[in-house]
């Protein structure tokens, strides 16, 4: 029987997309200016992404301490909002829609490694997030998965299988728990007021 021999490990096939140069720069200048706490503002965080070639839309809010591994890997819709240190490790795409909100700690991971290979072959696979989403506080969303429409991942899941548009997924792995339902606006506007009373 087989055992690993990570010795022969080879990812040599796989290209980030852009030149060692460009990665370079992004990781020894663009990524610290992107997480530091010493930067209050999404509108220079925007700036940079999309200076290096991520697609971020209108009036998307982007905390400190969000790690990029590539930014030419990301679309973002707008008025989405992504909370302190959340990580996309995108070495593929990894499309998010609008108004979505992606909470602290959030972990986007788009590659793996094939556990029946010795050499523990790296696999990739992309990532998406439909319009309305919320991915909570801590929750891991693995590679290839699809979060759909107005889904939910509860805070701390770990979404190893694509989660159907409107409905709330928790847990590890994470589950079906129940369907997402709207308020109309009213409503929601009445409860909050009663709860701040």
């Not at 240190?85 to 829609?97: F, R």
């Not at 997030?129 to 991942?153: F, L, M, N, T, Y």
């Amino acid at each position: 029987m087989a055992s690993p021999d990570l010795s022969t490990y080879d990812n040599s096939w796989y290209k980030p997309g852009r030149s060692f140069f460009i990665a370079s720069i992004w990781f020894f200048f663009g990524l610290p200016i992107l997480r530091s706490n010493l930067n209050p503002l999404s509108s220079l965080r925007r700036v940079l992404l999309r200076a290096f070639g991520a697609r971020v839309g209108h009036s998307v809010e982007i905390k400190p301490g969000v790690q990029v591994k590539y930014p030419w890997n990301l679309i973002v819709g707008d008025h989405t909002w992504i909370g302190e240190n959340v990580w996309i490790d995108n070495l593929v795409p990894v499309t998010i829609g609008s108004h979505v909100c992606i909470s602290q700690g959030a972990y986007l991971c788009t590659g793996n490694h094939d556990w029946s290979d010795p050499s523990f072959g790296l696999i990739v696979k992309p990532i998406s997030v439909a319009d309305g989403a919320w991915i909570g506080a801590k929750s891991v969303i693995a590679p290839g998965i699809q979060i759909g429409e107005s889904a939910i991942a509860a805070a701390g899941s770990v979404v190893v299988k694509d989660i159907p548009s409107f409905e709330i997924h928790a847990g590890n792995p994470a589950q079906f728990s129940r369907r997402r339902v709207f308020q109309d606006a009213e409503s929601a506007k009445s409860k909050t007021f009663a709860q701040h009373a």
